[in-house]
């Protein structure tokens, strides 16, 4: 998995305006797309990864923890993000094709 990759590509998802922020958002985007990825900071509270890892199993979306707070913040170029969705199917191809290799 190539860390500085995923973290540009969720940039460029950012700037392309292809990513939803902020739990309850997401968690109401699962339901409304059929290819889903989320990013889930490792160090978000126990409360909100219970939600959002009941919610992505329910929905069969890809879920990444391998981040924290800080990392997924930089990337995205906002304060505080703990919680990261992303439901374009060009960018869900191209992140996992980043975290196969």
Do not use: W
């Amino acid at each position: 998995m190539n860390n500085q990759k995923i973290l540009g590509l969720l940039g460029l998802a950012t700037r392309a305006r292809k990513i939803v922020l902020g739990e309850e958002f997401v968690l109401k985007g699962l339901g409304n797309n059929q290819h889903n990825l989320v990013f889930l900071a490792s160090d978000a509270g126990d409360n909100i990864k219970g939600k959002i890892v009941k919610k992505t199993n329910n929905y069969n979306a890809t879920l990444i923890q391998s981040f924290n707070t800080e990392e997924l913040s930089k990337a995205i170029g906002k304060n505080n993000r703990k919680v990261i969705l992303v439901s374009d199917k060009g960018f869900i191809d191209k992140f996992i094709e980043y975290l196969d290799s």
